[in-house]
T-cell receptor, first 118, second 115 residues
Framework: AQKVTQAQTEISVVEKEDVTLDCVYE???????LFWYKQPPSGELVFLIR??????QNEISGRYSWNFQKSTSSFNFTITASQVVDSAVYFC???????????????FGTGTLLAVQP | DGGITQSPKYLFRKEGQNVTLSCEQN?????MYWYRQDPGQGLRLIYY???????QKGDIAEGYSVSREKKESFPLTVTSAQKNPTAFYLC??????????????FGQGTRLTVV
């Protein structure tokens, strides 16, 4: 069965520290997508990145970087030089294709609450 | 501005009442979804709709009902059969129901509390 595990419930860092959020997934599909979303206190989920199962290249976007390793079924997210505005809940998600056709159903992890202290 | 609008932001329900949460999108998206968020449990899928006049149950559909009469609208009714409805509800939409690669856009959520 498809599953996403975010073992870190809460992380607290001091501003300017680097922080890595872990994500481990399980799927039997050969084609799948992985996502990271940010949920600020306002509640709305903000899309950060999408990565398909055939592309294991790491990606960097400003202070954000993602490390995708199929061998360990992990898709970790690193924030470099963290800032107070990075404080939020971060969700990792897996896109599942349902029987009879793709459905775009997202399977979410339980989220990691990141608190960046000034 | 294009986006997803959920209303109301806060909703209080008495025991035994049905309540309806609104979700409207002007993104011209085909597929729409309802998720429930509880502390420490991430987001769980309640119902989803790939096309107008069609919808499917998600992982926790019991006690909920939906309709999809218009492409832009996907209201969720929390019925009295839902034993523990207090939660944060998020509506989402995607561009192509047949693609496993498009990001989901989310509304700002409705916080439902049973009083």
């Amino acid at each position: 069965a498809q599953k996403v595990t975010q073992a870190q419930t809460e992380i607290s860092v001091v501003e300017k520290e680097d922080v890595t959020l872990d994500c481990v997934y399980e799927t039997r599909d050969t084609t799948y997508y992985l996502f990271w979303y940010k949920q600020p206190p306002s509640g709305e989920l903000v899309f950060l990145i999408r990565r398909n199962s055939f592309d294991e290249q790491n990606e960097i976007s400003g202070r954000y970087s993602w490390n995708f390793q199929k061998s360990t079924s992990s898709f970790n997210f690193t924030i470099t030089a963290s800032q107070v505005v990075d404080s939020a809940v971060y969700f990792c998600a897996l896109s599942e294709a349902g029987y009879g056709g793709a459905t775009n159903k997202l399977i979410f992890g339980t989220g990691t609450l990141l608190a960046v202290q000034p | 501005d294009g986006g997803i609008t959920q209303s109301p932001k806060y909703l209080f329900r008495k025991e035994g009442q049905n309540v309806t949460l609104s979700c409207e999108q002007n993104l011209n998206h085909d597929a729409m979804y309802w998720y429930r968020q509880d502390p420490g449990q991430g987001l769980r899928l309640i119902y989803y709709s790939q096309i107008v006049n069609d919808f499917q149950k998600g992982d926790i559909a019991e006690g909920y009902s939906v309709s999809r009469e218009k492409k832009e609208s996907f209201p969720l009714t929390v019925t009295s059969a839902q034993k523990n409805p207090t939660a944060f509800y998020l509506c989402a939409s995607t561009t192509q129901y047949s693609a496993v690669n498009t990001e989901a856009f989310f509304g700002q959520g409705t916080r439902l509390t049973v009083v």
